[in-house]
């Protein structure tokens, strides 16, 4: 363990460690837009610079790696100026749409130009990027609001593993790019929108919230995603009821930020107007069951010819106990009628690995057969 | 190859040159290959080939730069028991007269009323002279100038003199005599303490000892180390590396193998600018010969010494010269720097401790390990050890590549060695290091080039781009042409160099364009602050040097056009 001092506060903190870490750990604030704890430290936005005691001139928090008895300054007058310099340069590159733009609330150059007063540039307007590119269902790269910060490229390469952007094209010219400026399709990307996830502005943003409501007027609702039994955190962001994105959360326990494609836009069902929302009894059971009066018959033509129909018309709603009880009933019913190798039983990867362990246990010592199997194994 | 089988080849190659009684260089370096060098040469051996000499009366040889690249394509005849003689300015026919003049049996000079009606007779002369000489007369250039006689040649000492495509000439002039004497008597230790007590300091410009620097690596504890020379020279008018690649490639290659001993590499990798065809294929022509013999692989010279040299081409990104960028392209990536520490010493190419050195550093080793570390302390001054090659180039008389020791003034520099400015206008400034240095006005003329002093007049040693500028140039504009190609060249990984440079230029426009408001100036100097203190590498945090050193020293001609711009 190593003793460092940041603005005046002793710290201890693991060999190794950043000075932003250290910062991070203990609740002092650095600015920063290229960092990111789960990428590798960049170095290019330049907003993390502190000072030394003994270094002529500021060093990036994140690349500077802490030394025993190290004493850190993040903030002094000179520091406060030459950030405002550096914030004034990134608004000079960037439009100021702040009053319609989506990502307004949660952008972090937004942000830092309030903390540090930067209200307009007083350079000259140049934009150098204006690429707008829509080529995916699931997000939009509007290259105007890129910083350069490449925060999407290392998480692409280090976090995803796919490497489908990089960047293209030199200096002022730069740009987040696919290979030769393709289609995203055509890339090795995988649609997962960790990228979208680390942008700190309104470059990536995800196509479904687009114009549908302001930052602050979101509900954010923490769930976990149903999609399989890895069950990472998902955060949906709500509006009226309906969801507008999903995102990681930096709290998340087993995926910390991070989703895979189906957790991140794949949450339409949830608010599909044929989405089931309580369990229901095939119609013609539930008239033997006396719980409805109308009648009704299987379609005798081959499965396949059947045209789509409601589901009203063939099912019933009923509540938890009834369902159960009706599927206990039937399931006993063919146990003592055939013998439990007459049940077979097949689950899914989309349930936890603990709901797979007592469906199996179920099927062995209540059921009493060995006919299981799984979804994965087909 | 042994130890004595160098010798052997030494010698022979001694003896076969010693037979012949003349011998005309012509150089072959790319200055004077764009002059016509090319045909020169041809027209050269042709005209010995005509000749009805003795088998050993002349020896042609294409040789490497000879200096005084302004004056090219250059031929020097070296005649036993006469003086040498150089001629700069030589077409193929000039070469013919020369062939003619110096050659006695030599049957092919044109025909001298051809030359007479060229060259005719000053009148009322009493010199006797023939049509001939008097011709050759305007192209001789004495070598008492002090272009010649003020410099001190240690990296070039061989250059102009060898066949830059011949081993043997190389080994015949004492060529890796330096590895054999390090391979067969010192310790990898002795050889850093050799180059660290003999006070080199790289020549790519930032100055690091390369003592220091050999050592932290042969400390570091790891099964592979590389040794990577960077030729990556990209600084508009500088063309010091390429020259010493193209004209002594051994000596690059010698001091490259010398470094991978001390440090304990066996592999190495020789980055080139892909602008410099010339140099590729001579240092791919010097790593085959010395693969041949045996200089290059397994056991060197019969010890348990192995290593292999490959060359890696760029392509034409000025940031690839720094060093954590070279690696990056190296490795197959984007060539872009990062930030340091780790520094290359303990993770460079693909992670392993890693020296770069620039082409010149190593080109000084093998003479630091003959004559030693004390010969080589004794030239130049307190903090700066050994000579500096420049590139001279601007208004002057005499442009080309020089070597002086450090310390030398550059008032020397400028009007001895480079004689001046030439035409009518005065000396101004002179830009040293590049699009990373500054102006150094003529009140600061007096002061001796080294490290520290350069950088406390707002400029640095670079890799030794020289640029006299006299006061026809207007500094803002002079101060615009190094931002621009700031602009052009920035990687745009971090942002004061991405977006400051483009800002930079675009207040310059503005204040030549006549339309500058009276605060742009502090605008100016303040955001050239910022760039220079904020940004990553070496590129962005010396790119505002033009702009605030002419600032410092010329802050009225930037005055004057905001004035002329409000009159107007």
New interface residues.
Partial sequence: MLNVTIDGKKLTVPEGSTVMDAALAHQVDIPRLCHHPDLHPSGGCRLCLVEVEGRADPVPACGLVCADGMVVHTRSPLLADMLREIINLFVSDHPLDCVTCDKAGSCALQKYAYEFGVTTTSYETRISRSLYQDDNPFFVRDHKYCILCARCVRVCEEVVGANAIDLAGRGFEGHISTPFDGPMIDSKCVFCGSCVQVCPTAALMPVSRRGKGREWELQRVASICGYCGVGCTVEYALKDGHILYAQGRPDGAVNGEFLCTKGRYGWDFASHPERLTQPMIRRDLAYQMGLTDQPWQLPQESPLAVRKFKVEDSFVAVDWDTALDAAAAGLAAVVQGSGPDAVMSLTSARCTNEDNYLFQKFMRVAVGTNNIDHCARL | MDTQQIELIAEHERARQDQFQRRITCCASTACLSAGAGKTLEAIKQAVAQCSCAEHEVEVVKTGCMGLCSKGPLVRVESKGEPTVLYGEVTPEVACHIVGQHVPSCECSAPAEDVALAVPEPEGSVLVASAQERLLARHLIPLDLPFFTRQHKVVLADMGTIDPERIEDYLAHGGYQSLVKVLNEMTPEQVCDEIYNSGLRGRGGAGFPTGLKWNLVRRENSERKFVIVNGDEGDPGAYMDRAVMEDDPHRVLEGMMICAYAVGASYGYLYIRGEYPNAIARIERAIKEARRRRLLGKSVLGTSFSFEADIRVGAG?FVCGEETALIHSIEGK?G?P??R?PYPSTSGLWGAPTVINNVETMANIPSIIKHGAGWFAAIGDEKSKGTKVFALAGHLRNTGLIEVPMGITLREIVFDIGGGIAGEWNFKAVQTGGPSGGCIPIEHLDTPVDYENLRKLGSIMGSGGLVVIDDSTRMPEFARFFIDFC?????????????????IR??LDKIIGGKGQPDDLD?LE??CW?VK????CGLGQSAPNPVLSTLAYFRHEYEAMMKEGTHA
């Fill in positions: 990104a984007r872009a990062r930030m520490p602009v052009d060249e920035s990687c745009g990984k971090c942002l004061p160099c991405r977006v400051g440079t483009v800002q675009a207040l605008k303040k955001l910022t203190k904020t940004s990553l």
